[in-house]
Every structure is written in C-alpha cells, then in structure tokens.
C-alpha cells in the first residue's frame, strides 16, 4: 500500500513562495511517476506538473511554466512543488499523486494514488 502525506500549504501574498512536499510511505518510491494536482472551488481538477523517475523529465502546466518547479529526492521518498510568483489565482487545493511506471501524464484519471491535499490561498 502506498501512501502520500502533503504538507507546505498555507496562505500567502500575491507575489510569494510557497514550496509543498509529499512524502510518499511504501517501497519502489523510484518506480513511480509523481505529480500535482490542483482543485479550485466550483472547478474541475487541474494538472499542475509531474516529473518521471528521472528527474531529467519533468512537465508542466502552461499556466505555471516558469514559476513553479517540480523535482523529487528518491532517497528521502519525497517530492516538492516550488511556487514563485503566486497569484490569487493559484488558490486551489493542491494533491500529489503517484503513477506506478508513469509517463508524466496529465490526465489525473491515470494516477494510482492520492493525497489527502494541502490548501493554497494567496491573496491579491
């Protein structure tokens, strides 16, 4: 069984940084593609980025390229969202999930696991 722990969430100023982490229990962490997540109210559930098990492929959003990064340390079962240059329009619930053998897609349908999700608010 494989389980994701989000944390990092908080509320912040437009302009701001937040980094989010997701820790992830259970064996062949290398093996999984992992990815955020993000979930507005009233909106569908959008991806955000995702990185394979190389941290050499790494896929984002359009409306984050540039401010957001995403990476993992597969020694610590760990992977983190960096957000510079928040906007208020980044408000959304953020979930990590992981795809065992994933491509980095962008489809939250394909991934197997989920987090609990962490709340992002930032303030114009």
């Known amino acids: 069984q494989v389980q994701l722990v989000e944390s990092g969430g908080g509320l912040v100023q437009a302009g701001g940084s937040l980094r989010l982490s997701c820790a992830v229990s259970g064996r062949a962490f290398s093996s999984y593609a992992m990815a955020w997540f993000r979930q507005a109210p009233g909106k569908e559930r959008e991806f955000v980025a995702a990185?394979?098990?190389?941290?050499?492929?790494?896929y984002y959003a359009d409306s984050v390229k540039g401010r957001f990064s995403i990476s993992r340390d597969n020694a610590k079962n760990t992977v983190y969202l960096q957000m510079n240059s928040l906007k208020p329009e980044d408000t959304a619930v953020y979930y990590c999930?992981?795809?065992?053998?994933?491509?980095?897609?962008?489809?939250?349908?394909?991934?197997?696991?989920w987090g609990q999700g962490t709340q992002v608010t930032v303030s114009s």
């Open positions: 990185i394979k098990w190389s941290v050499r492929n790494t």
């Open positions: 999930a992981a795809e065992l053998y994933g491509t980095g897609d962008t489809d939250w349908n394909s991934y197997d696991y």
